[in-house]
T-cell receptor, first 114, second 113 residues
């Protein structure tokens, strides 16, 4: 089954404790992206990657890092999480190339930083 | 800059009622427009899209028409069901492999039987 898989689904952590949210897709998509969803703000893009070893900042990159060492994986790293990073996070992917294709979203990771 | 504005929710309807969720956009150029739906506990799924003025996107009984003159892309459904209860997001994007989707804030729809 074609899918974007995020782990974990729920995570509670404390301020300053480094964490990684994993994202993996099995569709051989070049493009991957991370969004955060907050009440009243909708979804905002954190980082995106056009392909392996190619990443770029989205609208709200502060406090986050990403890496793209393999095509299928795009982990989101919070080196020193803070309470304002409490949010619902979504990973998404799609192929690039000619034509338009929709983003495929994972089921989300709900992060709470205390 | 580019942005999307949706009507605030929640929208509460009875089954078989008519649904409209308003969406307007601000953009330089000619974006493609989308509606995404998020069911409880799930990620977003594309519901419908329109890529140019006067295009009508449709899916699962939902429709939206790309209106350039009013910069709008309102979502409509003639008869909602309880299973339509979800959060609906209007979004825009420009052609190009790296361009992001710009989302509205989302509108929660609750349908009761």
């Amino acid at each position: 089954e074609a899918q974007v898989t995020q782990n974990p689904r729920y995570l509670i952590t404390v301020t300053g404790k480094k964490l990684t949210v994993t994202c993996s897709q099995n569709m051989n998509h070049e493009y991957m992206s991370w969004y955060r969803q907050d009440p009243g703000l909708g979804l905002r893009q954190i980082y995106y990657s056009m392909n392996v070893e190619v990443t770029d900042k989205g609208d709200v990159p502060e406090g986050y890092k990403v890496s793209r060492k393999e095509k299928r994986n795009f982990p989101l790293i919070l080196e020193s999480p803070s309470p304002n990073q409490t949010s619902l996070y979504f990973c998404a992917s799609r192929p690039t190339g000619s034509g338009w294709t929709p983003l495929h979203f994972g089921n989300g990771t709900r992060l709470t930083v205390t | 800059g580019n942005s999307v504005t949706q009507m605030e929710g929640p929208v509460t309807l009875s089954e078989e009622a008519f649904l409209t969720i308003n969406c307007t956009y601000t953009a330089t150029g000619y974006p493609s427009l989308f509606w995404y739906v998020q069911y409880p506990g799930e990620g977003l799924q594309l519901l419908l899209k329109a890529t140019k003025a006067d295009d009508k996107g449709s899916n699962k009984g939902f429709e939206a028409t790309y209106r350039k003159e009013t910069t709008s892309f309102h979502l409509e459904k003639g008869s909602v069901q309880v299973s339509d209860s979800a959060v609906y997001f209007c979004a825009l994007s420009f052609p190009g492999a790296g361009t992001a989707l710009i989302f509205g804030k989302g509108t929660t729809l609750s349908v009761s039987s």
